[in-house]
């Protein structure tokens, strides 16, 4: 994986709305948007025994393997050719994982430029995952499995804020705001960041 990749690692809640502004982002950036959730839907889809396995521990709402999580990842980065960098959404999700991308105990490295962490209290999380169960309809969407996703955020995924701030690489925005006014402030803070690393 090239050093010089623009990575964003999107943080925050389920339901926060990272999925939303990678979309955005990826057409404003000309940055490829690298799911991990959207990677094991895929080999669930396909029927793959990766994604037979990854089903039934995904819909309990528990973590899939670190290593299988970040082997999935690097073959999909690998195969995308002529991008400047990825939007890394869902990943790292734990400080084991955001080690290995450093290539600590992992055979690859997938370096890490900034992380942009999108802040929404819990409630707003609960009220949001609950409409979105009616709508999309995802087999990870009860209530159980809801909670227990939220959870694992809350003890796993968190301490990583930490982690990207010691590193001096995050970025805070407000999701508690419509998504084109976090989409703007999302854009300025990258903007002012990469003024500053030119
Ligand atoms: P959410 O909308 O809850 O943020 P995602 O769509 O990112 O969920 O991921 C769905 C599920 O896929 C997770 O609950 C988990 O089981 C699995 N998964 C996704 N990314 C990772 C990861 N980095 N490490 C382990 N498991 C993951």
Known sequence: MK???FNIVLLGAPGSG???QALLLKEKYNLQHASTGDLYRKEIASGSPIGRRAKQIIDKGELCPDELTLDLLYQFCS??????????????RNLEQAKMMDGIKYPHTIPITLALYIE????????RLSKRAVIEKRSDDTPEAI??????????TKPLIEHFKTQNKLITVNGMQSVEDVFDEICKMIGFRLVCTD
């Open 3 to 5: 050093q010089n990749y």
């Open 18 to 20: 990272k999925g939303t």
């Open 79 to 92: 195969s995308c050719k002529n991008t400047r960098g990825f939007l890394l959404d869902g990943v790292p």
């Open 120 to 127: 929404v209290d819990k409630n707003v999380v609960v009220e």
């Open 147 to 156: 909670w227990l996703r939220i959870e694992l955020y809350e003890t796993q």
